[in-house]
């Protein structure tokens, strides 16, 4: 009898999953930290080392690359029609990715600089383009689990154009493409980049929302 117990094995428990919209808002709550070291630092970015204690009573420790914080901008030429407007898209080799890529302009926010002015100067710097109307859209985290860099992307609209002003290690091909045309890429995996995939498919749930 011990023996045919002993063969059998427990079936594992379900998890219990609640069925209901997660509430948002209310107090941040954060890890203690015990410390942190700087263990890699270069002009975009540093890595640290933390010990923490996370808001659940658990120590761990984290290596966290810490970033000032990115914007991306998905700037909209609607004078000629405001269903099917052309987005300004760029089209530059990434060497962490091994390939070219298809994305918004965007670019990292400076030291002190507010986020929408660095909105901005990226644009213009980038693309040349220069708009008349900007509003927030949303602000995510692309990859949380070893990455604090938040990204905030903007919707600018008013477009007018002027000269580019890159970054000597840039090389940039600009594009404007139709809106429609953007979501046939999507769907054809020809955008692989998030925070265009991000910023592109929020707005096209926008737009098809009743106001």
Same mark, same amino acid.
């Given at each position: 009898?011990?023996?045919?117990?002993?063969?059998?094995?427990?079936?594992?428990?379900?998890?219990?999953?609640?069925?209901?919209?997660?509430?948002?808002?209310?107090?941040?709550?954060?890890?203690?930290?015990?410390?942190? !070291?700087?263990?890699?630092?270069?002009?975009? @970015?540093?890595?640290?080392?933390?010990?923490?204690? %996370?808001?659940?009573? /658990?120590?761990?420790?984290?290596?966290?690359?810490?970033?000032?914080?990115?914007?991306?901008?998905?700037?909209?030429?609607?004078?000629?029609?405001?269903?099917?407007? &052309?987005?300004?898209?760029?089209?530059?080799?990434?060497?962490?990715?091994?390939?070219?890529? &298809?994305?918004?302009?965007?670019?990292?926010?400076? %030291?002190?600089? %507010?986020?929408?002015?660095?909105?901005?100067? %990226?644009? $213009? !710097? !980038?693309?040349?383009?220069?708009?008349?109307? &900007? /509003?927030?859209?949303?602000?995510?985290? *692309? *990859?949380?689990?070893?990455?604090?860099? $938040?990204?905030?992307?903007? +919707?600018?609209?008013?477009?007018? $154009?002027?000269?580019?002003?890159?970054?000597?290690? !840039?090389?940039?091909?600009? /594009?404007?493409? #139709? @809106? *429609?045309?953007?979501?046939?890429?999507?769907?054809?995996?020809?955008?692989?980049?998030?925070?265009?995939?991000?910023?592109? +498919?929020?707005?096209? #749930?926008?737009?098809?929302?009743? /106001?």
């Amino acid at each position: 009898m011990a023996n045919k117990k002993a063969g059998k094995t427990a079936k594992p428990r379900a998890a219990r999953v609640k069925k209901k919209a997660p509430k948002t808002g209310g107090p941040m709550v954060t890890a203690s930290v015990l410390s942190s !070291e700087t263990v890699f630092k270069c002009p975009l @970015f540093r890595v640290q080392h933390d010990k923490i204690v %996370e808001p659940g009573g /658990r120590q761990n420790e984290r290596d966290v690359i810490r970033h000032n914080g990115s914007v991306v901008i998905l700037a909209l030429d609607n004078s000629k029609s405001k269903k099917d407007p &052309w987005v300004v898209m760029e089209r530059q080799y990434r060497h962490a990715a091994n390939q070219f890529l &298809w994305e918004l302009p965007a670019g990292k926010i400076d %030291e002190g600089e %507010e986020p929408l002015a660095a909105a901005k100067r %990226e644009l $213009a !710097e !980038e693309t040349g383009y220069r708009a008349k109307r &900007w /509003r927030p859209l949303v602000e995510y985290y *692309s *990859s949380p689990g070893f990455l604090g860099e $938040a990204m905030k992307v903007f +919707l600018a609209e008013g477009l007018r $154009a002027g000269d580019a002003r890159p970054e000597d290690d !840039e090389a940039i091909e600009l /594009r404007l493409v #139709r @809106f *429609s045309d953007v979501l046939k890429m999507i769907d054809k995996g020809a955008i692989q980049d998030g925070k265009t995939l991000t910023s592109v +498919l929020l707005y096209a #749930r926008m737009k098809e929302e009743p /106001r």
